[in-house]
Each structure stands twice: as C-alpha cells, then as structure tokens.
C-alpha cells in the first residue's frame, strides 16, 4: 500500500457520515429503532454497567442475506457518553478504526473517526448499524466497539472507557476455513514532511494505521501518532516519538519568544502523547516476513534515531508492545520547506 505525502499538500479529509439509530431529533435520527417498525436483527450486542448484557456476538456470514449484517447495538451507562469507538480486524490482519461508509450508513464523526453520541445518547442508546460480511469463505471480521467519555483511543480501551476498562462488546462474524495471515503489516513510500513552525506539515505517523498527521491536528488525532521527522542543525535527519520530539514549533508567531514541543502547541498533555522506542538494527529488512521475525527485538531505550541516512535500518517498539523495522529509502531537503524523508515499515499486528 502506497501513500505519499509533500510539504504543505493539505489534504482535506472529507468527513465520514454515520448512518446511525438514535433517540432524539438529531442528525442520526436516519436508523433511529422505532419499536412501532420492528426490525430483524443478524445479532444484539449489549454492554451495559448494570444487570445482564451480551457482550460476545457471534454471526455465520453465509446466514446473511445481503453484504452486510444488520446489528442492535445497545450501551447502558452512568456516565455520560460521548463517544463510540469501533474497530474492525479483518481475517487477523490488523485492528484499524471502522469506516461507517463502507457499510453505506451516515452518523455525526469526530476527527479521529470516532463516532460522536449526542447529548440525548449519552447514558442509554440503541442503534442499528450495518457490518460488512467477510468477502471470502475462508475469512472473519471481528469488530470491537466501546464507549468513552471523552477523546479516547483507538489502541487502548480503557482510555476514558465509560463503562470500564475492560467493558468492551465484540461482534465476529465468520466464513468458513483459516486465515492465512502472517500477522505483519507492511507500508511502503510513506513521506513525513519537516515540521512548519505553525504545526501545518505532514510530520507525524501512526503504524496503527499508517497515516500521516499535521500536528495542527493534534488534540483530535494525537492518540495515534508515534512518531514524527524533523531536520535538525546538528542531529540531520531524525525520527523522534511523540513524547520526545523536540520543541521546534512557535505557537504565538513571535520570534522573541521559546518554541514549544508537541503538548504545548497542541494542548493534549505530555502524558498523554506517545512513546516510541527506536534503534539501529542488523535486522535484514527484507527477509522479515512474518511477525516472528520482529519477536526477538527488544525495547530500546531510546526514542530518538537521528543523522539518519538512506539505507538505514531502525527497529522499535511502540507504546502498546508492537515491535517493527524501519527502512530509509529517501532523504530530500534539509531544514527547509521542502525537507521529507521516505520510510519502508513493517510492523506486528
């Protein structure tokens, strides 16, 4: 999968919309669940904070008649919901943040692609909401879906988890047969732009997704950034983690005053932000196949690789236990407009 991303291209993200069953008068009143209409439901998924629910759906794709299955979604809580996070795995492949579209519904998102809960949802709601079958007779999807109190994060369910930190429902929905995944994911021409000093540049990544950011983004989107470039007068050609990463950005336009780093441009605390653990490796970058390969890296110490070089080979570890390898396939620029570099990743799923 190829992305590239140039210095100063500002790609407008169009807003996903939600197809979603609400209770009141809003913009997700499209699938509210009228009791007057009944609807026939693939499966109910319910997570409540009190009495019994049904955390665990199971669903045979091949009883579904249609692309997608039809779901009663169902949370009950004290308090006040914000938001909902679901995250589909496609056949082992790796966890990424659900896209409403593909399911051809519309609900209100935030920037991270959580979907945002209206006031009238936020200590009960009752939604249906379509999930795509597996595509082949030898695959599963597993959706993961949880509500939050706030911005939360798509790697770490407990992370303002309305209900609790483990409170969490999944819906699996299955062929027939085994995965042949290799439990690696690979991302190829990615470009991270040097940093602009009013935060407008593609500087950080996540290996979650692989997407690139601007820190202009950041009290949005900074939950799945680990880590960013910049070029520095004596370190060149640097990789730092969102934690570490130094304070080169000028919040108030004014050249009398200290640059900030990421917490202070942002506003998202320091705690908050990423750690990223990075080295030089001997890993051969190619032979690494599968996610046994990256078993035996183990947690550097360091979350800065800097004088960076084509050729170079990195190795990490992320914040939530994923270990990879780096490959620096280009370096254009230095410290000005026009510096990026260009990274191949392979990382655990």
Known sequence: MNKIFRLKSFIMLSAITLFITSCSSDSNDDIFIDPTDPVTFDGE???????????????????VSGNNAIVKVAFRSSNTMRRLYVTQNVSDFGAEPYNFAVGGVTVDDKKDGSLDLSSDNGDEF????PFPVPTSADSNIVYTIWATTGRGDFRDI?????????AVGTITITGSGTSTANGIKSFTSTLLAAPLGDGSSDTFMSVYNNEVYKISEGE???????????????????????????????????????????????GVSQEELNKFYISTSLIDFDAVTSATDLDGISQATTERATELSVGDILEFTDQYGKKGVIKVTNITGTDGNDGSITLDIKVQI
């Open 45 to 63: 998924l319910s997570v409540f904070e009190t009495g019994t629910d049904n955390r665990t759906v199971m669903i045979d794709g091949s009883n």
């Open 158 to 166: 407990s992370k303002r988890n309305a209900i609790g930190d483990t």
């Open 220 to 266: 949005e989107t900074a939950a799945l950034w680990d880590f960013g470039y910049y070029y520095g007068f004596t370190q060149k050609a640097s990789l730092a983690s969102t934690s570490d990463y130094p304070a080169l950005f000028d919040d108030d336009n004014d050249s009398s005053t200290p640059l900030v780093n990421v917490s202070g441009l942002t």
């Open 126 to 129: 009752e939604f249906a909401i």
